[in-house]
């Protein structure tokens, strides 16, 4: 039980358990300063994964009307409008001469596949799991729809899905304790079908500019270092890396970015940390409240029967 | 708060970026079938407890009742566990793994040792067969009872809900004290007066216990606790206090002389713990809807940590 709280650089049990069929750890860098918003990556995700249609809401935000990420939106493309310079002084940018600068920033939001997964390591099914490529992965055909993942992630990744069940989906087996909706979790699998088949997530493949990066997750970070240098001689305002750190709450993220402004703009938290890194605390505690309880019933016997 | 053109929100006076004041962590999607699970699984493990002290000292109606209390809570409990699964047919896949990560799982398996203990207990006294089972299974009862009404606590502690995962030292203890309050409560209404002292200063010890954590918590969470004083939390909140110390004034008013007066105060205590478990689950709920209770302590851990 310690082990889990050790925020090391590696999900736990990895890769190891897979002994043979282990594969390098494979991940996103997303990177935004490059992102058109274009949301081929949105697009390409429900067409691979056959995502349901949820319904269309006009946001009146920016470009934006699937809003946030959920059972049924694994990539999802954020808009921020700002009256913000694109680049610090000296960058040469039109921009920046402008009385009112304005900046359009696009970030193609997914899921993180943590090193510490904190959906992984509450669901009570095993039914989320880590797969050979060191990615999180929901095993729908095992999911019981208990929802304890959905508030467990930092970022709000996973939801049920309330559509109604498919006329194709398995015949219930006790058909009375039945629901008419999905009732499952869902999220992003980094496709893992594809890359079992070698290829690349649909996301990836479908991105017209690179924003959105796949590969071996050493590599990616080593590309990624580079690109923020580059940003930052280049002078561009805010540049920076997004869950790139192994040191961090969750261990580094599996799919990490680079953003253009603090992660909060983009609706991420700026300091995530996987709740069950205080999971041996919380036991003692709890052993220590039960075996209080056991003590205050006693005590209620002190004074007789009456 | 206070919402503006550029997507920023006005957090305790300094101003703070968020993604168009949309939350960050996900809303629980747990039913009203989860606070009246706390409650009743609550109830059912602090009743096992009572019920083998009052063995003990051989209070026998106590004993009796407090056995049969305890067992009918134990069949209410998965009940309403298994309705509130999005997929109810795979109810049993909770016992594919043990996870010490997931007090679902560890709590799925003390409910499944409880449950089969007490009914096994309680089938085998009106039946009044097979003294020696009986015994052990009492034995097993009381020993799972106190993990069982404290697990809930660390259960939603162990999520990014910042109003739980911030209360995870007093969560454990709160539910446990709730769960002994509403065992007490429940003994004092169906035990005879002359026999139900123990059961009565229980009521009234955990009650205030309760009552006071309640209030320690939400002070030590400062910021992040004030979702307790607003919208629901806040209502729950205050029919708890009223109920929970009315009734608890009641019963060691004249608890002690009038069934009628335990029967009363019993019942108000009993509507007080429900209350507060309530108070506890929507206070969850708040603290995702907005991103500030995520945001400015993430913001402040950071800037601390330099």
């Known amino acids: 039980m310690s082990a889990l709280a050790q925020p090391t650089g590696s999900p736990a049990a990895w890769p190891d358990t897979y002994g043979d069929e282990a594969k390098p750890r494979m991940g996103f860098f997303t990177d935004t300063s490059v992102c058109i918003g274009c949301k081929a990556c949105e697009v390409a995700c429900k067409e691979w994964n056959l995502i349901p249609e949820d319904g269309r809401l006009w946001t009146g935000e920016s470009y934006d009307n699937t809003s946030e990420l959920g059972a049924n939106t694994w990539r999802h493309v954020?808009?921020?409008e700002q009256r913000k310079p694109l680049k610090l002084d000296g960058g040469g940018?039109?921009?920046?001469?402008?009385?009112?600068?304005?900046?359009?920033?696009?970030?193609?939001?997914?899921?993180?596949?943590?090193?510490?997964?904190?959906?992984?390591?509450?669901?009570?099914?095993?039914?989320?799991?880590?797969?050979?490529?060191?990615?999180?992965?929901?095993?729908?055909?095992?999911?019981n729809g208990c929802g304890y993942c959905v508030p467990a992630c930092p970022f709000g990744v996973l939801d049920k899905r309330h559509l109604p069940r498919k006329a194709d989906d398995a015949p219930l087996s006790l058909p009375l304790l039945g629901k008419k909706e999905d009732g499952r979790v869902w999220k992003c699998t980094l496709c893992y079908d594809r890359l079992k088949g070698g290829h690349e997530p649909a996301c990836a493949k479908a991105c017209p500019t690179d924003s959105i990066q796949f590969g071996p997750l050493d590599e990616l970070r080593e590309r990624a270092d580079q690109r923020l240098e580059k940003l930052r001689a280049e002078r561009w305002n805010g540049a920076q890396l997004y869950g790139r750190d192994p040191d961090d709450g969750v261990g580094g993220f599996g799919a990490f970015f680079l953003l253009l402004d603090e992660p909060e703009v983009y609706g991420l938290p700026p300091d995530p940390v996987v709740p069950t890194a205080h999971v041996a605390e919380m036991w003692r505690?709890?052993?220590?409240?039960?075996?209080?309880?056991?003590?205050?019933?006693?005590?209620?016997?002190?004074?007789?029967r009456s | 708060m206070s919402h503006h053109h550029d997507g920023s929100i006005t957090a305790v006076g300094t101003q703070m970026d968020s993604y168009y004041g949309r939350p960050i962590v996900k809303e629980p999607v747990w039913q009203p079938e989860i606070p009246f699970y706390f409650f009743f699984g609550g109830l059912a493990g602090a009743s096992g407890v009572l019920h083998a002290f009052a063995g003990l000292v051989g209070n026998k109606t106590l004993a009796r009742r407090t056995l049969l209390i305890g067992a009918?809570?134990?069949?209410?409990?998965?009940?309403?566990?298994?309705?509130?699964?999005?997929?109810?047919?795979?109810?049993l896949n909770m016992f594919r793994v043990f996870k010490v990560t997931s007090p679902m799982s560890v709590g799925s398996w003390v409910l499944l040792v409880s449950g089969s203990a007490s009914n096994t207990a309680a089938a085998l006294e009106l039946m009044g067969k097979l003294k020696p089972v009986k015994v052990a299974a009492e034995f097993v009862s009381a020993l799972a009872g106190p993990p069982l009404a404290t697990y809930t606590g660390t259960l939603i502690a162990d999520t990014?809900?910042?109003?739980?995962?911030?209360?995870?030292?007093?969560?454990?203890?709160?539910?446990?004290?709730?769960?002994?309050?509403?065992?007490?409560?429940?003994?004092?209404?169906?035990?005879?007066?002359?026999?139900?002292?123990?059961?009565?200063?229980?009521?009234?010890?955990?009650?205030?216990?309760?009552?006071?954590?309640?209030?320690?918590?939400?002070?030590?969470?400062?910021?992040?606790g004030e979702v307790y004083e607003k919208e629901e939390a806040g209502s729950y909140g205050r029919i708890s206090k009223l109920c929970t110390g009315a009734g608890a004034a009641l019963l060691a008013l004249a608890g002690k002389r009038s069934r009628a007066a335990a029967v009363a105060g019993g019942s108000l205590v009993l509507a007080g713990e429900v209350a507060l478990r309530w108070s506890v689950f929507r206070a969850g709920f708040q603290s995702a809807r907005d991103p500030r209770y995520v945001v400015v302590p993430q913001r402040e851990r950071k800037a601390a940590r330099g």
């Open chain 2, 160 to 224: 990014s809900i910042p109003v739980w995962h911030e209360a995870r030292h007093e969560l454990p203890w709160l539910f446990g004290a709730s769960a002994a309050s509403s065992a007490g409560a429940a003994a004092a209404i169906a035990v005879p007066v002359d026999e139900a002292g123990p059961a009565r200063r229980l009521a009234i010890g955990a009650s205030v216990v309760t009552l006071g954590l309640k209030e320690v918590m939400q002070r030590r969470l400062g910021f992040v």
């Open chain 1, 78 to 80: 954020a808009f921020v």
């Open chain 2, 72 to 91: 009918a809570a134990d069949i209410v409990g998965p009940i309403l566990l298994v309705s509130d699964l999005g997929r109810p047919e795979r109810a």
């Open chain 1, 93 to 143: 940018e039109t921009a920046e001469l402008d009385a009112e600068p304005l900046r359009w920033l696009m970030e193609s939001d997914v899921c993180k596949h943590c090193t510490h997964a904190g959906c992984l390591d509450v669901c009570p099914t095993g039914s989320l799991f880590r797969t050979e490529y060191g990615t999180v992965v929901v095993q729908e055909d095992i999911c």
């Open chain 1, 285 to 304: 505690n709890t052993a220590i409240a039960a075996a209080a309880m056991l003590v205050g019933v006693a005590a209620a016997f002190v004074g007789g």
